[in-house]
């Protein structure tokens, strides 16, 4: 049955999450596009970028390999070197060639190393262009085509990243609340940890970006550390991740511990699957000497035809 049909006369059924989501990457993209004519000059590209255009798609298909996961305030945060990609591309690269690299980069990434559903890709490289172009319109407006290098050029700089990816991640919690509700807590939370979440990368990618103002070979030696800073990170983010889930298993024994009757661990037990998987429903099942079943729930039940 499809989203349209009706079941014994009753109203249509409401339209599935992943339409929804596809149509929310449609009016992203008309929204890029209409917030793109803005922009002076923004479909003219000069042959000159060819080569760093090139260079900027091959490096936003590479962030979309070095993409990890930390677990922070009971959030899975994403962090991703494309913010430094994306500063880069801000200074050198023609609007359109930006869009172009960062929407192609992303798509080739994704492919090769994840094949996420079409209506994630679709979602998602929509995303990536409105942040693109939020950021070369603010950009543009402030600096124009050609800033000289200043203490004020690498503030502004930081602001317009913090804002683009403060952006993404709105339009990310719209997407999610669209399988899970919730849409005004998630944007309320998102603004929240806007600083936390957002700021650090927003402040080391202007901070590689802005001294190739003075000399592009300077981001040789802004580069440098980087890919240590990375992996230190990286590495960071993979203990905190074994520390939560080992932090879990202990409290979890402790509490099944106290407990003698089994239907009771099983209680402890669905009530700690909810909690580490932060899923809204979470049903155990199981069956008495007799044979009798027995359904365990956390959250709302589950339908009965899924158990």
Same mark, same amino acid.
């Given at each position: 049955m499809n989203d349209?049909?009706?079941?014994?006369?009753?109203? /249509?059924?409401?339209?599935?999450?992943?339409?929804?989501?596809?149509?929310?990457? *449609?009016?992203?993209?008309?929204?890029?596009?209409?917030?793109?004519?803005?922009?002076d000059g923004f479909y003219v590209m000069s042959s000159a970028d060819l080569v760093p255009l090139a260079a900027l798609t091959g490096g936003?298909?590479?962030?979309?390999?070095?993409?990890?996961?930390?677990?922070?305030?009971?959030?899975?945060?994403?962090?991703? /070197?494309?913010?430094?990609?994306l500063a880069i591309g801000?200074?050198?690269?023609? /609007?359109?060639?930006?869009?172009i690299a960062r929407t192609?980069?992303?798509?080739?990434g994704s492919y090769f190393w994840r094949r996420p559903p079409w209506f994630k890709l679709a979602f998602n490289l929509s995303s990536f262009a409105f942040e693109t172009v939020?950021?070369?319109?603010?950009?543009?407006?402030?600096?124009?085509?050609d800033p000289e290098a200043s203490v004020w050029v690498w503030l502004g700089l930081l602001l317009i990243l913090f804002v683009a990816l403060l952006t993404g991640g709105l339009l990310v919690a719209?997407?999610?609340?669209?399988?899970?509700?919730?849409?005004?807590?998630? *944007?309320?939370?998102?603004?929240?940890?806007?600083?936390?979440?957002?700021? /650090?990368?927003?402040?080391?990618?202007a901070s590689i970006a802005v001294p190739m103002l003075f000399e592009p070979w300077l981001g040789i030696i802004s580069l440098s550390p980087a890919p240590v800073v990375w992996s230190v990170v990286r590495t960071h983010g993979a203990l905190l991740h074994r520390y939560t889930d080992l932090t879990s298993v202990h409290e979890f024994s402790?509490?099944?511990?106290?407990?003698?009757?089994?239907?009771?661990?099983?209680?402890?037990? *669905?009530?700690? *699957?909810?909690?580490?998987?932060?899923?809204?429903?979470?049903?155990?099942?199981?069956?008495d000497s007799a044979g009798k079943p027995?359904?365990?729930?956390?959250?709302?039940?589950?339908?009965?035809?899924?158990?």
């Open positions: 349209a049909d009706t079941t014994n006369g009753e109203h /249509p059924q409401r339209v599935a999450p992943r339409t929804r989501v596809g149509l929310l990457a *449609v009016a992203v993209v008309v929204a890029s596009v209409g917030l793109s004519l803005t922009v936003f298909a590479l962030c979309e390999r070095l993409v990890f996961h930390v677990e922070a305030r009971n959030e899975a945060v994403s962090y991703t /070197p494309t913010d430094v990609t801000l200074i050198f690269v023609d /609007p359109v060639g930006l869009v192609l980069g992303a798509a080739f939020v950021a070369i319109a603010i950009w543009r407006a402030f600096f124009g085509a719209t997407a999610i609340s669209c399988f899970e509700g919730g849409f005004r807590t998630r *944007v309320v939370k998102e603004i929240a940890n806007a600083p936390v979440f957002h700021l /650090p990368g927003a402040v080391v990618a402790r509490e099944v511990g106290n407990e003698a009757e089994p239907v009771e661990i099983a209680a402890k037990a *669905v009530e700690q *699957v909810a909690e580490n998987l932060r899923a809204g429903s979470v049903t155990l099942r199981i069956w027995l359904d365990l729930t956390h959250g709302e039940p589950l339908s009965p035809m899924l158990l």
